[in-house]
């Protein structure tokens, strides 16, 4: 009777912990696709620079990786929802899968964020560097405009001199610039809008390791459960035999 108990238990877990992992995924995708997609990743993706390529590769790896582990997640938690309501033993071993695949691919992003996101900030700010550089030293219009591009989205305009008299883009363009972001220099507020996001991105990887741990308990007990029949609440097979 206790496991019986224990059984019924697990299940309801399982149905709230699946709820979660929907969530989760949902919020996965959206974080991806405003990862890709927002103007302020694209402004910097679109200054070409060679030096940039670690960013260029993150921004387009983001894509389909974030968005492969969002439909796993859901996979996976549909598979669960339906594994504990019909007790089947193949639907459970796959959700099991689908969440070690995502432990292992949450467990390397959150790795990742820790170790190496401040090279993407630093590729970042390389990008703004080599655009200011180029534009204070020749007169492209195209760099112009990059760098007005980008000015115009941070809300910024120029780099803070420690010594020294402002450059001829601060005389030009910053006082064309938007109210109130003249006094912002770019390079602090590059790199503290990318230290924002990655944080965003280390908190939810970090919360997905979490479920997919707590998610990988419940589908193992449950399927060992099911597999050997032990305390089950669906209704027993009756064989008729002759007497």
């Not at 206790?2 to 995924?25: I, N, P």
């Not at 694209?42 to 200054?47: A, G, N, P, Q, R």
């Not at 796959?94 to 170790?115: E, I, L, M, N, R």
């Not at 003249?182 to 230290?195: A, G, S, V, Y």
Request: glycine share 4%; aromatic share 12%; hydrophobic share 45%.
């Amino acid at each position: 009777m206790t496991h019986r108990y224990w059984v019924r238990a697990m299940k309801c877990q399982l149905l709230v912990a699946s709820l979660f992992v929907t969530l989760l995924g949902i919020s996965l995708s959206i974080l991806t696709v405003v990862t890709y997609y927002e103007k302020h990743f694209t402004v910097m993706k679109d200054v070409s620079l060679e030096k940039r390529s670690y960013y260029r590769t993150f921004h387009t790896v983001v894509c389909p990786i974030g968005l492969g582990l969002s439909i796993i997640l859901v996979l996976a938690a549909l598979l669960s929802i339906v594994a504990t309501l019909r007790e089947l033993e193949s639907a459970m071993a796959v959700g099991f899968f689908c969440f070690v695949v995502v432990f292992c691919a949450s467990v390397q992003a959150t790795y990742w964020t820790v170790t190496d996101s401040i090279v993407v900030e630093n590729a970042v700010m390389d990008a703004y560097d080599f655009v200011y550089e180029d534009v204070r030293t020749n007169t492209s219009n195209a760099r112009r405009q990059e760098l007005q591009s980008i000015h115009e989205t941070f809300l910024c305009c120029g780099k803070k001199y420690p010594f020294g008299e402002p450059s001829n883009i601060e005389k030009e363009m910053c006082h064309s610039e938007t109210e109130g972001s003249t006094q912002k220099h770019c390079l602090p507020e590059i790199q503290h809008f990318m230290e924002k996001h990655m944080s965003f991105i280390s908190v939810l990887m970090s919360i997905t390791v979490f479920f997919m741990v707590y998610g990988m308990f419940l589908t193992s007990f449950l399927w060992i459960s099911i597999h050997f029949k032990n305390s089950l609440d669906r209704k027993g097979k009756y064989i008729l035999t002759r007497q």
